[in-house]
């Protein structure tokens, strides 16, 4: 059924320090919309409650990208047009880039945002996997003020975050630590434009000496939530890559990985391409180095 | 239930506009219904096949997914803004020339894909395109003399802007 306007109230105050006092005022009550990508959706299909939306669309404190020594700031008001732009991500943060691309198409890139994508918490959301391996870190901000924590930590079940009522995403900090490192991120969907993962893997580590010496794998659509594998990870790290290690490491990720059967895929399927794409990246790590 | 209704103003193909409607009634309906623009089309109503694109401040939006209160003080092209009869952009005529339009329903949504790939990239490769209309679904022509009427339009943009050289020199 058609969704019904009429059913929903909506404002815009223009400004974060409105929005955060309607948030304090009445936690909980208020649903904040940017870009519209998800919600507006839901309402064409009828599938949104009615609601009390309030909109960050053009809410200047929250659009921005800031590039400082150590770390590259995206507002969650930034879209994937932004940072897709975004030389300094580019040249930095390459997975981003690449994940911005990914999302929908043009049109919906030039009104998704960060902070949405994040917020929604969807488990295919795509720029989730190259957030976790970068150790990216959210800001939530409320009129009692601002804290930091780690993406890993945001999301803590399906649809469902570590934010208070009365908090809004702020902005995702992305350290500068990785140039060393060796970057991986694919997905996988049934077309590449506007097609949502089926499964996606992130990854960054080093490798010295033929032994993964540092680590990071994040997936999308193998569980509840964008996660990072830690028993992955650990089957990895400290180990020479070799035919062995390969084994172990895709035997860690089939125990680790916990997908489900939906519109999309299976989780059979999910879990064996998981598999294939591990052994692609740790693949691309020997070829690497036999290169080097 | 809420009864309140929102003024919104906007401009659209140049025009200052003032309508009266509800905050999340879409762009979409807003255009078709209440200013009678009916070039702009549905079709998925989900932001999945581009139908209803429109530039809304230089960028490509979907119009099902923009809840009029978020265009308050925007500017907006629709299809009509594109050309007229007698007086074509070089995109429609290219379509018309190329065979890029079957039965239709896609086409303003494609043209205002391209023109917005035009608008920052004048002379994109095929992969390019391909990219910049990805998210304009189209059922009848199998994408290829669209792709065509794309190339197509670059190109006699390409040439006029070098008659113009050559006369200004």
Redesign the interface.
């Known amino acids: 059924m058609?969704g019904n306007?009429?059913?929903?109230?909506?404002?815009?105050p223009g400004s974060l320090d409105a929005v955060l006092n309607l948030l304090a005022t009445e936690p909980g009550k208020w649903t904040p919309?940017a870009?519209?990508?998800e919600l507006?959706?839901a309402?064409?299909?009828g599938r949104l409650e009615?609601s009390k939306?309030v909109?960050l669309?053009?809410i200047p404190q929250l659009r921005f990208i800031a590039t400082g020594a150590e770390s590259i700031a995206i507002g969650a008001g930034a879209t994937f047009?932004d940072l897709r732009a975004h030389e300094g991500i580019a040249d930095q943060l390459p997975l981003v880039t690449k994940a911005a691309s990914w999302i929908?198409?043009?049109?919906?890139q030039?009104?998704a945002t960060v902070g949405g994508n994040l917020v929604n918490g969807s488990p295919a959301a795509d720029s989730s996997p190259a957030f976790l391996v970068y150790d990216a870190e959210i800001e939530l901000v409320s009129v009692r003020g601002s804290r930091r924590i780690p993406y890993s930590a945001f999301h803590t079940g399906y649809k469902r975050n570590a934010m208070a009522e009365d908090e809004l995403l702020f902005a995702v900090h992305l350290p500068l630590r990785f140039a060393r490192h060796r970057q991986y991120l694919r997905k996988v969907g049934t077309r590449?434009?506007?097609a949502i993962a089926k499964v996606a893997l992130a990854a960054t580590a080093i490798v010295e000496d033929g032994v993964v010496s540092d680590l990071r794998l994040a997936a999308a659509s193998l569980a509840a939530f964008p996660t990072r594998l830690y028993q992955t990870e650990a089957a990895l790290l400290g180990r020479r890559i070799d035919a062995g290690t390969i084994e172990s490491a895709r035997e860690a990720l089939l125990a680790e990985a916990k997908p489900i059967d939906d519109i999309r895929s299976t989780a059979e399927y999910r879990k064996r391409v998981a598999c294939n794409l591990l052994e692609e990246f740790l693949r691309e790590l020997l070829s690497e180095r036999a290169a080097t | 239930?809420?009864?309140?209704q929102s003024t919104i103003r906007f401009c659209v193909n140049g025009q200052n506009c003032t309508v009266q409607?509800?905050?999340?009634?879409?762009l979409l309906d807003v255009l078709r219904e209440d200013l009678h623009l009916t070039g702009t089309k549905e079709g998925c109503?989900?932001?999945?096949c581009?139908s209803c694109?429109v530039r809304?401040n230089g960028?490509?939006?979907?119009s099902?997914?923009?809840?009029v209160?978020?265009a308050?003080g925007a500017d907006i092209q629709t299809v009509e803004g594109l050309g007229a009869i007698g007086a074509l952009h070089p995109l429609q005529q290219a379509f018309l020339d190329c065979g890029g339009a079957q039965c239709g329903i896609c086409t303003p949504g494609m043209l205002m894909?391209a023109t917005?790939?035009l608008a920052i990239n004048p002379h994109p490769s095929l992969g390019e395109i391909r990219?910049?209309l990805?998210?304009?679904l189209c059922r009848c022509t199998g994408f290829i003399r669209i792709f065509d009427s794309v190339i197509a339009a670059a190109a006699s943009t390409q040439n006029q802007s070098s008659d113009q050289a050559a006369h200004a020199r």
Request: glycine letters at 12%; a negative charge; one cysteine or more.
């Open positions: 058609r306007p009429d059913a929903h109230e909506m404002i815009a919309i870009g519209g990508t507006m959706v309402h064409a299909a009615p939306l909109s669309w053009g047009r929908g198409s043009i049109a919906n030039s009104r590449r434009a506007m | 239930m809420s009864d309140c409607a509800s905050p999340m009634k879409r109503g989900e932001g999945e581009g694109s809304m960028e490509l939006v979907n099902c997914l923009v809840p209160l978020q308050e894909a917005q790939l990219e910049g990805a998210g304009n």
